[in-house]
């Protein structure tokens, strides 16, 4: 694997489990996370850097496959990783491999020859069943432990066996020396199916959620991709807040950046090249990203009852996020919206937060705007001028961006607080209720020391905000500060919200919750960025 980046802390984990499974403690894992977030290279991985002669690892991709790929791919890949790890010749087929182990390990081979016999046989139920038991056989017979990896295990439905999470889920209980680890990328019906189908095993999974790379490992991934081609911070951040800090959209870009900046001949990156490379791939129709978005809408999309969700689709791109909105903008039924939007969790293209809908990858978002839209509702077929406007737009996203980022702390945080309207949203784990301000003032207030904060003074229905804003570390004292100046300003006011691009220390965090104050720190101030489809801000 050339490419790989990043995914230190999960890779970490993964390994640590495996330590703890030789010491004879099993937990194991389940990876839950949007398509293409990373789930599959992270386990790939894992599997090339594995270096242990006591570790059978088993690693079987689900994704449109049948009961005879599961069965030989099962069956093939034990024999052979046993055959890898005791240093013994290496075959693909399974006779070769069942006479190449079964000196060392007679009974796995017998029955793994035997389950592919079964599937021969038609005799599918009881297959699967053999194939799952294997590395049982496996770590009895030899003493290895195994590592069972099932990517995108909601799939097992498709193999056509009656009850596979039945027969799985009995397989994860009585095997305890098998470490199991899954995926998916549909987290409702994973989750669906790890309480309800594997209902007793909730518990004994640990779950995972992969989300796309953060501002710190978007720029090193393009740090690492574009080695002696240099492009500014300004744009790299562009770029890791235009793909969402996805890795594949990262991937593609920064290989057509290398491509165009070789046929240009340029050492350096700048604006027109970004521009040029998200037009080739975003508004090109065989652009690989704007192919990659089209199959995503065709696959949501298609049959005639579906023009709601593509409505739908059109509405959230534009900014519209609550469904009182959609339903007006549209002219739809309570009925139908509330369904749609339920589909289009379900197919891992919305969100909802609190009262909040929104496309979840920010650039899906900005193709089915600016590209997918455009294209569907234009009366203008000239492509001339079609793709004018799309350059246009590009320019000015990547010039907004660079003037966004110039802007100061307090300056973001009020474009920021001016959009709320009364929603109540959840951000890593608590939920705030966000009022309408009615008007937003910049202050200043001053503490015994003789320093100055930055605050916010914003008005409510229900009384004043206080806003304050900091980028270096607040300690205990400064909360303190902060709550005696508040009361000094004879506001009274209704909430103080800490809004701090560094982590507060204990103390301070103690002191503030003590005073009812909210913390916002820099993941939940880009939270709500994000959601209110404003660039990230980059500390
Ligand atoms: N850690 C990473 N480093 C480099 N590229 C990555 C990384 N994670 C994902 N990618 C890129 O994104 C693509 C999709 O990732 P993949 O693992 O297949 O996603 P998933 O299994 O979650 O659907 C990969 O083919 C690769 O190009
Ligand atoms: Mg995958």
């Known amino acids: 694997m050339t490419h790989f980046c990043g995914r230190k802390d999960i890779l970490d984990l993964i390994r ?47 994704e449109g496959r049948d009961i005879h790929y599961f069965v030989s791919r099962a069956t093939r890949s034990i024999l052979y990783q046993y055959a890898r790890i005791k240093g013994l010749p290496l075959q693909e087929s399974l006779p070769l491999l069942a006479q190449t182990v079964r000196p060392f390990i007679p009974c796995t081979a017998a029955a793994a020859v035997e389950a592919s016999a079964l599937v021969e046989k038609g005799r ?23 590592v069972f990896i099932l990517d995108e295990f909601h799939r097992l439905e498709d193999l056509g066996v009656p009850e596979p999470f039945k027969l799985l889920a009995d397989s994860i209980t009585t095997q305890k020396k098998c470490l199991f680890i899954i995926t998916s990328s549909y987290e409702e019906l994973a989750k669906k199916i790890l309480s309800e189908k594997l209902m007793l095993l909730f518990g004994n999974f640990e779950i995972v959620n992969v989300q796309p790379f953060d501002l710190k490992a978007s720029q090193y991934f393009i740090e690492q991709r574009m080695a002696d ?21 990262l ?85 139908p919206v509330t369904q749609k939007l339920g589909y289009l969790i379900e197919q891992d293209i919305v969100e909802k937060n609190g009262t909040y809908f929104y496309i979840k990858d920010k650039l899906f978002r900005y193709w089915v705007k600016y590209v997918f839209q455009r294209r569907i509702k234009a009366v203008d077929m000239e492509p001339g001028r079609q793709i004018k406007e799309f350059k246009d737009e590009v320019t000015r996203a990547v010039n907004d961006f660079q003037l966004t980022a110039r802007k100061d702390l307090s300056t973001r945080v009020t474009e920021l607080v001016r959009c709320f309207e009364n929603e109540i949203l959840s951000l890593h784990g608590h939920l705030y209720r966000l009022p309408v301000f009615t008007d937003v003032k910049p202050l200043k207030i001053r503490n015994r020391c003789g320093n100055y904060f930055d605050v916010l003074q914003a008005e409510t229905e229900e009384g004043p905000w206080l806003l304050v804003l900091r980028k270096d570390p607040l300690a205990e004292g400064d909360i303190n500060a902060i709550a005696e100046e508040a009361r000094k300003l004879g506001i009274r006011p209704r909430r103080c919200v800490i809004v701090s691009l560094s982590a507060l220390d204990e103390g301070a965090k103690l002191k503030a919750l003590e005073e009812r104050m909210w913390i916002w720190n820099e993941p939940e101030l880009n939270s709500l960025m994000s959601l209110y489809d404003k660039p990230y801000i980059v500390s």
Request: charged content about 20%; overall charge neutral.
């Open 16 to 62: 640590k489990r495996v330590g703890d499974l030789k010491e004879g403690c099993r937990q194991n894992l389940a990876f839950i996370g949007s398509s293409y977030i990373g789930k599959s290279t992270i386990l790939l991985k894992f599997l090339n850097d594995l270096d242990d002669n006591a570790v059978v690892p088993l690693y079987l991709d689900l």
């Open 124 to 146: 599918f139920a009881e297959a699967y069943q053999a194939a799952l038991c294997l590395p049982d056989m496996l770590i009895r017979e030899s003493g290895v432990t195994c």
């Open 251 to 335: 991937d593609i870009l920064l290989h057509e950046l290398l491509n165009l900046s070789a046929i240009y001949k340029q050492q350096e990156v700048y604006a027109p090249l970004v521009v040029q490379a998200v037009e080739n791939l975003v508004f090109s129709r065989w652009g690989a990203l704007s192919r990659h978005f089209e199959l995503v809408v065709d696959r949501i999309c298609s049959g005639r009852a579906n023009r709601l969700v593509m409505d739908i689709l059109f509405a959230l791109a534009n900014g519209t996020h609550k469904t009182k909105e959609i339903m007006d903008v549209l002219a739809a039924k309570q009925g």
């Open 229 to 249: 081609v240099r492009m500014g911070l300004s744009l790299r951040n562009f770029l890791a807040d235009f793909t969402g800090g996805r890795p594949l959209y």
